[in-house]
């Protein structure tokens, strides 16, 4: 007998192979996958998926190529430590596209893969390339990626990329000889680790889909994994299936905690991962000390983890390179800067301050008065005011979808970070407040001062405790129906419905659809932000009534 005997499964719930049927798919999951398959759907760039090792990132890949379109074909790359020549006869090999032996021409290479492309175009056909661990690619052989997405029609790019990394990529992809690649990725996203609820329905869902029928981690133990693993799915799987081999040996019908610790030791030894050294991982350098406070009185405040999407719509803008000086037939095909500000910090106002003045401006908007020193961490703030910090890293096209003013953190020419709100999006412009100045911009100057980085306020609902599946009970769900009821114009039901199904359900994955959500059932903070924005309750938007409210 086998533990797997021992405990009623059918087979190992832990296994660290990539099998989608394990794939636990929280909200961060399904954003991940959204944000692939957007990138498959799209017609060009770069899209970006980065994570810690172990967070998933390919178990979400390859639940990607479960639903890869009948008309799409795909080139998977697993080892990129290849050069320029031996990466371009990879996605020959992948895409079955013949070159003489022995060749390593570069030239020739490609022009059978612009052949091939070409053809598959022709029959209405589109082609994807996914580089796992790309972290690893040389910096000649990105620039040859890069070059592969000059592949194109007069009406779209021939080649769609999607790169997949560890933290180290963002840093890679900083380096100015590859600015033009990074002005490429239309979207991006970045998978961190799980939240502690999400540990225990992680864990409940690998054993259920292994056929378990009882409890076999108790509350205490799950507290005791998510300190153990930092939410870290490779890591909870390794310490889990050691755990349930150690139950199994003792004879117990549960893991213990101290069963849990004991699998530690032998798993870690002296080099058990602690939240100090997790600090000194190398993508920490790519945070400010700002950013890092406002994800962690995010996670405070909401009580939710920290979330990292740039899954926009179609209308992702591509942000292009500065204008050559004395290229006047390139200025003017964006705005004229000539009659717009510049996106800098005002010389007279003192820069320190800029994240306060920033959130100030942010309350103001949502007629709150807010003073740091008074009251405490903005986050914190808001909970109080029944508001919730959202901290994320993406696209103009995120925010647009987002549609709530944002803090951005920016830079200016020396290389400091400042903070500004931007308070609204007009066609190829943007209006910012910063040190109490009002500026209206072009959205191009975004390019050179902003990498990303943005905080949004959202409204929570009254005692709101966390995501609603289908089946979860409450309050909060009477509060969905009435909510949902409102918007198709019906009066509050006398006796609303306290569990999320039937035709609850479907009237809540109707509004997902309806909004351009995943149509998924759950609701998290994307789908309160766009009941949020539906119900227009005293709730600030960015866009005007006519560009999508």
Same mark, same amino acid.
């Given at each position: ?54 967070? @998933? ?47 390593? /021409? ?64 963002? +840093? ?21 680790? &799980? ?88 993508? *920490? ?5 700002? +950013? ?8 405070? *405040? ?10 926009? @719509? ?39 301050? +800029? ?28 909970? /109080? ?38 308070? +609204? ?46 089946? /979860? ?54 789908? &309160? ?13 960015? &866009? ?6």
């Amino acid at each position: 007998m086998n533990y797997h005997n021992y405990f009623g499964l059918k087979e190992a719930p832990f296994s660290i192979a990539p099998d989608p049927r394990y794939l636990f798919m929280s909200d961060r999951y399904r954003e991940a996958l959204a944000h692939l398959l957007f990138g498959i759907k799209s017609d060009g760039g770069f899209v970006l998926l980065t994570g810690e090792v172990g967070t @998933g990132k390919t178990t979400v890949c390859r639940c990607l190529l479960e639903q890869i379109p009948e008309d799409t074909d795909v080139a998977f790359l697993f080892n990129p430590k290849l050069t320029a020549a031996e990466l371009l006869a990879a996605v020959c090999d992948e895409l079955r596209i013949a070159y003489p032996d022995g060749n390593t /021409s570069i030239k020739v290479f490609l022009d059978r893969i612009v052949h091939a492309l070409l053809e598959a175009h022709a029959k209405g056909r589109k082609t994807v390339l996914i580089i796992d661990e790309a972290q690893n690619l040389d910096a000649d052989v990105l620039e040859q990626i890069r070059l592969l997405t000059n592949l194109e029609t007069n009406q779209k790019k021939l080649l769609q990329i999607i790169l997949l990394g560890q933290p180290e990529l963002l +840093s890679l992809l900083k380096r100015s000889e590859l600015r033009q690649l990074a002005q490429r990725i239309t979207a991006r996203y970045h998978l961190s680790p &799980l939240s502690k609820k999400e540990i225990a329905a992680y864990v409940t869902h690998r054993l259920g889909v292994a056929g378990a029928e009882r409890e076999l981690f108790p509350a205490a133990t799950l507290n005791l994994l998510y300190r153990l693993s930092g939410g870290i799915p490779r890591l909870i799987n390794m310490l889990c299936d050691r755990a349930l081999l150690g139950a199994y040996v003792q004879g117990r019908p549960r893991v213990s905690r101290w069963t849990l610790r004991k699998a530690a030791a032998e798993i870690f030894g002296k080099d058990r991962p602690t939240r100090k050294n997790k600090r000194k991982r190398p993508y *920490a350098a790519l945070l400010t000390a700002a +950013s890092l406070l406002i994800a962690v009185v995010a996670l405070g *405040a909401a009580g939710m983890h920290e979330q990292w999407f740039s899954i926009a @719509g179609n209308s992702v803008p591509i942000l292009r390179g500065k204008v050559p000086p004395g290229n006047t037939a390139k200025a003017a095909e964006g705005p004229a800067k000539k009659h717009l500000a510049a996106l800098e910090w005002p010389g007279d106002q003192p820069i320190l301050l +800029s994240k306060e003045m920033a959130y100030r401006a942010l309350f103001k908007e949502w007629g709150l008065s807010y003073r740091a020193g008074k009251n405490g961490l903005a986050c914190d703030f808001a909970a /109080s005011h029944g508001l919730a910090c959202m901290h994320q890293r993406g696209s103009v096209g995120s925010i647009r979808r987002l549609n709530r003013p944002a803090v951005l953190a920016l830079t200016d020419e020396r290389g400091q970070v400042f903070y500004a709100l931007l308070a +609204s999006l007009g066609q190829g412009t943007a209006r910012f407040i910063m040190g109490g100045e009002t500026r209206t911009v072009a959205t191009s100057e975004l390019e050179t001062h902003w990498e990303g980085e943005f905080s949004i306020l959202w409204r929570l609902p009254p005692n709101f405790g966390g995501f609603l599946r289908r089946g /979860s009970r409450g309050p909060e769900v009477a509060w969905l129906d009435r909510q949902l009821a409102s918007l198709r114009g019906q009066a509050p039901p006398a006796k609303p419905t306290m569990v999320l199904e039937g035709p609850l359900f479907d009237h809540l994955r109707e509004f997902q659809a309806a909004a351009g959500l995943t149509p998924d059932g759950v609701v998290g903070p994307q789908t &309160l932000i766009g009941l949020n924005t539906a119900l227009g309750k005293g709730v600030p938007v960015l &866009l005007a009534k006519r560009e999508g409210n």
